[in-house]
């Protein structure tokens, strides 16, 4: 299973982005994909989530009205769509996944649940 996460970039506060993460060595649908992030000097943290079947996600707060999370299985790619950045959302972004097994329908965002990580994709957000 390999995930690259890309799309990162320099934006200014305000702006948007949209990252994407293109997975591959595994059937997408049958996974559930998350996003994390991890700014300088802070631990790792959970964004969003979506389940296997597409029709669930679950947000922290920090991302909650400003982030969604997609997918497209056809196309093997998950993405994080950010609006009204702010610099505090500078970080590197990881995208990762798990196989949820029988529990299609729900997905969660412990660093614990998620097998396979991709390498993260900078964002730098200036004021």
């Known amino acids: 299973v390999q995930l690259q996460a890309y799309g990162g970039g320099l934006v200014q506060a305000g702006g948007s982005l949209r990252l994407s993460c293109a997975a591959s060595g595994l059937t997408t649908e049958s996974y559930t994909f998350g996003w994390f992030r991890q700014a300088p000097g802070k631990e790792r943290e959970g964004l969003l989530c979506i389940s296997s079947v597409g029709d669930n996600t679950f947000s922290r707060n920090s991302a909650k009205d400003r982030f969604t999370i997609s997918r497209d299985n056809a196309k093997n790619m998950v993405y994080l769509h950010m609006n009204s950045l702010k610099p505090e959302d500078t970080a590197v972004y990881f995208c990762?996944?798990?196989?949820?097994?029988?529990?299609?329908?729900?997905?969660?965002?412990?660093?614990?649940?998620?097998?396979?990580w991709g390498k993260g994709t900078q964002v730098t957000v200036s004021s």
């Open positions: 990762a996944t798990y196989y949820p097994g029988r529990d299609v329908v729900r997905c969660g965002i412990s660093e614990q649940l998620y097998d396979h």
